[in-house]
């Protein structure tokens, strides 16, 4: 079963910058999705940014232009690299990936997760 553990959350003021490191234990598919979710205060988890194997990544409107997410195969790892961060950025971070057919749903739609991190916490005050 896949493992992914998150770190590199913290607290931030406006305006500044934090990694996401995401590594994964037992991951050996060839085609996958993996994401990074978050879920504020009292709110409902959303998606934030999505990565393929093929590299291609989306973004959530709220972050486009602020949020970069990235990989590195070698160490089996995935990082959100946030900038510009505002207040309402801050929420409980989860990493999520999953083994992806070519016929489902691309990962950044309809797409179903089944590996979840236990989360970080990321807070941004101004």
């Known amino acids: 079963q896949v493992h992914l553990e998150e770190s590199g959350g913290g607290s931030v003021q406006s305006g500044g910058s934090l990694r996401l490191s995401c590594k994964a234990s037992r991951f050996t598919y060839r085609t996958y999705c993996m994401a990074w979710f978050r879920q504020p205060p009292g709110k409902e988890r959303e998606r934030v940014a999505t990565l393929d194997n093929a590299a291609t990544a989306t973004y959530a409107e709220a972050v486009n232009g602020r949020f970069t997410i990235s990989q590195d195969n070698a160490k089996n790892e995935v990082y959100l690299q946030m900038d510009s961060l505002k207040p309402e950025d801050t929420a409980m971070y989860y990493c999520?990936?999953?083994?992806?057919?070519?016929?489902?749903?691309?990962?950044?739609?309809?797409?179903?997760?089944?590996?979840w991190g236990q989360g970080a916490q990321v807070t941004v005050f101004s």
């Open positions: 999520a990936a999953s083994s992806r057919h070519p016929a489902q749903n691309p990962c950044g739609g309809d797409f179903e997760y089944h590996n």
